[in-house]
C-alpha cells in the first residue's frame, strides 16, 4: 500500500474508484498537484462539476470576469452550464445575464467573427445565442485585427481594466498548451501573437475539413501571466487521447517545455478530470 504522501491528493466527489485503480500510482510523487485533483468518472460528471464551479462564479456579483476557453472539453462544460442558467428563477437568470463578463483566452489571426471556424462563433454559438448575451459582454480577441501585436496588446490592456481574471477556466492541448501557449513558453509572457505548433493545428484541424494545412497559422492568447494572475484556476482534461500529457503533466516539474505545468504552484489551481484522461 502506498503512503498517502507518495501519490496525488485524491478526492472522490461522486464515488470515482480510488486512484489505486489508476496505473499513475507506479509514477511516484507528484507534490506539485498535491490536493489538487479531483477526478470523476466520466465526461458527464467531469462537465457537471466545471459548470457548477462557473455558475457559483457568476452567481457572485460583483466578481472580476470570467476567463473562458474553447474547444472539444468545454462543448459539453458550456452544454451544463446552460441548463443550469435555465433552470434558475426568472429574476436571478436575469441578473446573472445583465451582469456578465467574460475574457476569452484565444482567437485565431485572419478570421472574422462570423467565420464558423472562429472561437467567436464558437462562443456565440454555444452561449451569447442560447443564453440571448448581450455579445459585447463576451471579450475575445480580434482575429482580424490589422496590426495583430497591437490587438494583443489591447487585448491584454482591457483585461487590466476589467480588474484581471477571476476564475480561469481551461482545457488541455495535446501538447501541453494552455489557451495557445505552445511550448516552449515562459511564465512571465503576457498577451501575445503566436505561431501554432503543427501538432496544434492538426488536434483542431476537424473544424477545418480535417485539414491541418487549412488552421490558421497563428493566434493571439493570453499569456501565462495573465492566467497565472486569476483569482483561481479550473484546469479541466477529458478523454483518454489526454492520457499521455496529463501523465507527463502529473510527473514533471514547472518546466517551458510543458506550458500547462507553469500552473502547478498557483495557489487556487482545481485539477479536474474524468477516469479516461487517468487511465493511460
Ligand atoms: C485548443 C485551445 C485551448 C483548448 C485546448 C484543448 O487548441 N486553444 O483553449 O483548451 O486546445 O482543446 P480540446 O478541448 O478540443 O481538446
Redesign the pocket.
Known amino acids: 500500500m502506498e503512503s498517502p504522501q507518495r501519490g496525488p491528493q485524491f478526492r472522490s466527489p461522486l464515488s470515482a474508484p480510488a486512484l489505486s485503480s489508476v496505473s499513475l500510482e507506479a509514477s511516484g510523487p507528484v507534490p506539485g498537484w498535491h490536493d489538487r485533483l479531483e477526478m470523476f468518472p466520466d465526461g458527464e460528471h467531469l462537465s457537471a462539476a466545471v459548470a457548477d464551479a462557473l455558475l457559483d462564479q457568476l452567481l457572485l456579483p460583483p466578481a472580476r470576469p470570467l476567463g473562458l476557453?474553447?474547444?472539444?472539453?468545454?462543448v459539453a462544460v458550456y452544454g451544463a452550464l446552460r441548463q443550469r442558467i435555465a433552470a434558475l428563477a426568472a429574476t436571478e437568470r436575469a441578473r446573472l445575464l445583465a451582469g456578465w463578463r467574460s475574457f476569452n483566452?484565444?482567437e485565431y489571426v485572419g478570421l472574422p467573427r462570423h467565420d464558423p471556424r472562429s472561437f467567436a462563433a464558437e462562443m456565440e454559438a454555444r452561449l451569447i445565442a442560447p443564453l440571448g448575451l448581450a455579445a459585447e459582454r463576451l471579450a475575445l480577441p480580434d482575429g482580424l485585427a490589422a496590426d495583430p501585436h497591437a490587438e494583443a496588446e489591447r487585448y491584454s490592456a482591457a483585461l487590466r481594466a476589467a480588474g484581471g481574471i477571476g476564475l480561469q477556466l481551461?482545457?488541455?492541448?495535446?501538447n501541453g498548451?494552455?489557451?495557445?501557449n505552445e511550448p516552449p513558453c515562459e511564465a512571465s509572457q503576457r498577451c501575445h501573437v503566436v505561431e501554432l505548433d503543427a501538432a496544434?493545428r492538426a488536434?483542431?484541424a476537424a473544424a477545418f475539413g480535417g485539414d491541418p494545412e487549412a488552421v490558421p497559422r497563428r493566434?493571439i492568447?493570453l499569456g501565462l501571466a495573465e492566467i497565472l494572475a486569476a483569482e483561481q484556476i479550473l484546469l479541466v482534461v477529458?478523454g483518454g487521447a489526454?492520457a499521455p500529457i496529463l501523465k507527463r503533466l502529473l510527473q514533471e516539474p514547472p518546466n517551458a517545455q510543458l506550458p500547462a505545468s507553469w500552473l502547478q504552484h498557483h495557489p487556487r489551481l482545481r485539477l479536474m478530470v474524468d477516469r479516461a484522461a487517468l487511465a493511460g
Do not use: C
Open positions: 476557453a474553447t474547444g472539444r472539453t468545454m483566452l484565444d481551461l482545457g488541455l492541448g495535446n498548451h494552455v489557451g495557445f496544434t488536434q483542431n493566434a492568447t477529458s489526454k
